[in-house]
């Protein structure tokens, strides 16, 4: 919907009026409530939904007339949330990928051949200097089995999909701190009992790690019903990225640091990965606990200016949790655009992360010593494009130029289509190592921009309800991240050869296309009927209780 500087400022007026009638009625009924007044709660529209429904070049007109300045302090309490949320992900990323380079330093294996009978076009010739023997480690202290091994790389997903909706729900009703806090400092303390459990038995290492999951899950709603909260509409883009990318920051040290660690001597090897990475994750949370708030409104050292400044464009009030809509959730297509996207850029990302080591290994046949680095570097590239990449679309975004709607379909075409092409150039790259980094880099690096895509796409439709549906889409989004791997074993079984990744890298080129597709078709980045409806339910529900 489009709207002239004078329809903006006329429905400015229209709400400071409402708001004066509003003020008549409460002197009559302590509460404001009025049953043949349609627009109750409407009337307190918030100026980021103002600016959505007007014209790009209007909305900072709006914001000017509003009177609420953003302020000139070059960091605030929402940039404290933003540092130790991106150092959150880190941690959490780095408890979770450790285990993908430990398990190499724990496991004995053999020195293996390139034996396989298959064609020799299907395959890539081993280099010169290669040595079979590096790529052994007969000093493991375990004897897993392929299946086992991958039944302890998977099983920390059973517990990652079960406390997701639970993560949401849980920090709509006690605050995003304490559920996000506390699910990365258990998250913490488990893993580092994990090399004494992987001691006493292989079930009892499984099984922490099924709860490392769903501590774990309980992370990304908690911290999108936090950034709801905290951070304005039109800094969106730039605050969730920053806070995303510790993902990769995560990914990108852990790998490298991981290895390192596992060659040395320190804490025993590979016990230490998790020792490092476990009590960096409980030196987190005293800051976070000691420095982070639920809300502006309870943050004591938070200045007046950033105060009014996010509580007026977020348009969240602290309170009790509203009554989820859930029908109207479900029926929503903006949503599920948001469930589709999240579940197909899961999946390529699901597939490169835990297989990409893989490739590596058996296609292009990097040593063991490079895999670790090589393997980090195209989350070290997604990482720092995502970085400037949010700068860029936040400036378009504050300076008018781009509308919110804009930003999340160009983001979310860098983000997969970039990808879904990558993976298909993969096909032909055959064994060009340095092409086969190159495209990876690229591919990879481009999924930097979901940030500003899907990423927000909750917070815009319902602020009030972003952490339950962030539980809701990351719950789906998480069966890929045990289903894709599965789907590529099955592929790669006894058959590592250059036509299987072809298949593998066409599954998710696919899957990026479509999912990418229905996604820009069907979303939206205004604030939906059933978010604001639930907040007029909540008030009428609290009045007849009270009278």
Request: with cysteine; aromatic share 12%; hydrophobic share 45%.
């Amino acid at each position: 919907m489009s709207l002239s500087l004078g329809s903006i400022l006329s429905k400015l007026e229209a709400t400071d009026d409402s708001e004066k009638e509003k003020d008549k009625k409460q002197s009559h009924m302590k509460n404001g409530y009025n049953p043949d007044n349609k627009n109750y709660g409407r009337e307190s529209q918030t100026l980021a939904t103002i600016c959505d429904e007007a014209t790009v070049g209007d909305s900072n007109i709006a914001l000017v007339e509003y009177g609420i300045k953003k302020p000139k302090a070059w960091w605030g309490a929402r940039h404290t949330l933003a540092f130790l949320g991106f150092l959150g992900f880190a941690c959490v990323y780095a408890m979770r990928v450790n285990l993908s380079v430990a398990i190499v330093a724990m496991v004995k294996s053999e020195v293996k051949n390139n034996t396989n009978n298959t064609d020799d076009s299907e395959e890539c010739p081993l280099p010169d200097d290669y040595n079979p023997e590096d790529n052994a480690n007969e000093n493991g202290d375990f004897e897993w089995n392929e299946a086992t091994q991958g039944l302890i790389l998977g099983c920390f997903f059973y517990g990652y999909v079960f406390t997701n909706l639970l993560g949401g729900r849980a920090a709509e009703y006690w605050g995003g701190k304490l559920v996000f806090g506390v699910g990365l400092v258990i998250t913490a303390a488990l893993t580092i009992v994990s090399p004494l459990c992987a001691e006493v038995s292989t079930g009892l290492f499984i099984a922490v790690r099924v709860l490392e999951g769903a501590a774990e899950g309980v992370t990304f709603p908690a911290m999108n019903s936090l950034l709801a909260v905290w951070v304005p509409r039109i800094e969106r883009s730039k605050f969730s990225t920053l806070v995303y990318a510790g993902v990769q920051f995560g990914t990108v040290v852990t790998m490298p640091v991981s290895g390192w660690l596992c060659d040395t001597d320190f804490l025993g090897g590979w016990p230490s990965v998790f020792y490092v990475f476990g009590a960096l994750g409980l030196f987190w949370g005293i800051a976070w606990f000691l420095l982070i708030y639920n809300h502006p409104e309870v943050h004591p050292r938070i200045s007046p200016e950033e105060k009014n400044y996010v509580i007026q464009h977020c348009g969240t009030k602290k309170g009790k949790p509203l009554p989820i809509p859930l029908k109207a959730i479900f029926t929503s297509l903006p949503f599920w655009a948001i469930l589709v996207a999240h579940v197909g850029n899961n999946w390529g990302f699901y597939t490169l992360l835990t297989e990409l080591p893989s490739y590596l290994k058996n296609i292009q046949h990097f040593d063991m010593k490079s895999n670790g680095v090589l393997s980090a570097l195209p989350y070290f590239v997604m990482w720092i494009f995502s970085l400037i990449y949010s700068f860029i679309m936040d400036r378009l975004q504050s300076n008018g130029k781009l509308s919110a709607i804009a930003v999340r379909r160009i983001s979310m075409c860098l983000a997969l289509y970039g990808p879904m092409l990558g993976l298909i150039a993969m096909c032909f790259v055959n064994c060009n190592q340095v092409l086969a980094m190159v495209v990876l880099c690229i591919s990879v690096g481009l999924n930097g921009a979901v940030y500003c895509g899907y990423m927000c796409s909750h917070q815009d439709l319902a602020p009030k309800f972003a952490g339950t549906l962030m539980g809701i889409t990351n719950t789906a989004a998480t069966i890929p991240g045990f289903t894709a791997p599965s789907v590529v074993g099955f592929i790669t079984n006894d058959n590592q050869t250059l036509s299987a990744w072809r298949t593998i890298f066409l599954i998710s080129a696919v899957v990026y296309f479509v999912s990418n597709t229905f996604y820009l078709i069907f979303i939206r980045a205004d604030e939906q009927p059933w978010s604001y409806q639930s907040e007029v339910e909540g008030d009428k529900d609290e009045t007849k209780k009270r009278y």
